[in-house]
């Protein structure tokens, strides 16, 4: 019996690791998409002053930021769910925010924004308020899921790095913001000295909050894969098992 017990932890393991490389190939997918948008449109699209969201107006490139916004939303759903299943105590807080982010993610490919410098529509709108749940939701996410891993022994390794990048997420975020305030209230003096970095700072904190997402897989696979072996990992002990004998 204890047999079938243990073969069905196995599984039960191997599931949660192909969920953590699901999370890991969806984050590094995304962000090389993103690349590659910034590299292959940008006589098109100005990756330092224009949004990403400039992509939905460029023959074929329209496809590719959906296909990343959405393996990014996956990627975090994954990550999240294998936390559970590997025991980190993620209800509450960091499960509302990492599922809201990954919506908002969703909600801002299906709504394009407007082509115009004034928002007209109701996708223009869902698309902006969206836009503005992925810049801020996915470092609140780091910040509450942090405490829960450093309850856990194996996850303390991670911690210091979700919160620095959290951290990242968030401050490219306000500066974002701030970039952005001659937009909504003209006349107002560009803190940039009329440089507009919008968009690099916009790509860079997606970048951060793509590595919240990556950091969290890479430590669950780490937690994961020693349990995978037979005879190995702490979800494969028996703890009704005798010592062993000491040797003659």
Not at 166 to 194: E, H, K, M, Q, T
Request: net charge positive; charged share 10%; glycine share 10%.
């Amino acid at each position: 019996m204890w047999t079938m017990r243990r073969s069905g932890l196995r599984w039960s393991v191997i599931g949660t690791l192909l969920l953590a490389m699901l999370a890991l190939l969806a984050a590094g997918r995304a962000m090389v998409i993103m690349i590659y948008l910034g590299v292959a449109y940008r006589d098109e699209v100005d990756p330092i002053s224009q949004p990403l969201s400039f992509y939905e107006f460029v023959d074929g490139g329209s496809q590719l930021l959906t296909s990343a916004v959405v393996a990014l939303a996956v990627g975090a759903l994954a990550v999240l769910f294998g936390m559970a299943r590997a025991g980190v105590r993620v209800a509450g807080r960091p499960t509302v925010l990492f599922t809201t982010w990954s919506l908002c993610l969703v909600l801002a490919a299906i709504f394009p924004t407007d082509d115009s410098p004034q928002i007209l529509t109701f996708a223009g709108w869902v698309h902006q308020f969206a836009g503005a749940g992925i810049l801020a939701l996915l470092s609140f996410a780091g910040f509450a899921a942090a405490p829960r891993l450093a309850e856990s022994k194996p996850w303390r390794p991670v911690v210091g790095l979700v919160r620095a990048l959290s951290v990242g997420a968030a401050a490219l975020a306000v500066v974002y913001v701030v970039s952005r305030l001659n937009d909504w209230f003209p006349g107002l003096v560009s803190v940039f000295g009329g440089v507009d970095p919008g968009g690099i700072l916009q790509r860079t904190a997606l970048v951060f909050q793509g590595a919240v997402v990556a950091a969290l897989a890479v430590q669950l696979a780490r937690v994961s894969w020693p349990a995978v072996r037979p005879r190995t990992g702490p979800w494969l002990s028996d703890p009704t098992a005798p010592s062993p004998a000491p040797p003659c």
